[in-house]
């Protein structure tokens, strides 16, 4: 089993609507967690850290499950610019982080 | 403020010869990684400074493989004798005291 495990998609969704995808990790000492975006041919780009009471920027909303040990990511009124892949990184210990292979979503309009 | 900063931007190489990736972290971050990325694929780790030194080269594919860091900045992979299966994006990504990383734009190289 990998330490860090994301549901490679792709998603396909409408324009405007609300999409989420988890991300599974298998270390329980785990105390951060990242989500990241890639757009294609470019560098990932921190999104949102993801804290213990769940955080919001705008449209995006993160939430940690320490028991069942997963992160998730909702996007509310989707655009065609939130196209992209999304990569989630969890903390193995002290400055390492371990990343998922990356959930691809497509939204069509 | 600058970003990460890596050139060069792409390399093209014949098998065989030698390349030298750079990358120039956020000023004042001391941790420094060094990853991989095939075309499709996720992220593969090669290595990781804090400050000039290398707790964990565990993710160095082969002794092809090196990297150093020198001044706590400025850091250099490089590639030995180069194969077709070595192209791939390499991303460079600093942290300051934290864990959360900025990416560089990336080298991408290609072995013919």
């Known amino acids: 089993r990998k330490e860090v495990e994301q549901d490679p998609g792709p998603f396909n969704v409408p324009e405007g609507a609300t999409v989420a995808f988890n991300c599974t990790y298998s270390n329980s000492a785990s105390q951060s967690f990242f989500w990241y975006r890639q757009d294609c041919r470019k560098e990932p780009k921190l999104l949102m850290s993801v804290y213990s009471s769940g955080n919001e920027d705008g449209r995006f909303t993160a939430q940690l499950n320490r028991a069942s040990q997963y992160i998730s990511l909702l996007i509310r009124d989707s655009k065609l610019s939130d196209s992209a892949t999304y990569l989630c990184a969890v903390n193995r210990e002290g400055y390492q982080l371990i990343w998922g292979a990356g959930t691809k979503l497509i939204i069509k309009p | 403020g600058a970003g990460v900063s890596q050139s060069p931007s792409n390399k093209v190489t014949e098998k065989g010869k030698d390349v030298e990736l750079r990358c120039d972290p956020i000023s004042g971050h001391t941790a420094l990684y060094w990853y991989r990325q095939s075309l499709g694929q996720g992220l593969e780790f090669l290595i990781y400074?804090?400050?000039?030194?290398?707790?964990?080269k565990s993710g160095l594919p082969s002794d092809r493989f090196s990297a150093e860091r020198t001044g706590g900045s400025v850091s250099t992979l490089t590639i030995q004798r180069t194969q077709q299966e070595d192209s791939a994006v390499y991303l460079c990504?600093?942290?300051?005291?934290?864990?959360?990383?900025?990416f560089g734009p990336g080298t991408r190289l290609l072995v013919l």
């Open positions: 400074f804090q400050g000039n030194s290398a707790p964990d």
């Open positions: 990504a600093s942290s300051p005291q934290g864990e959360t990383q900025y």
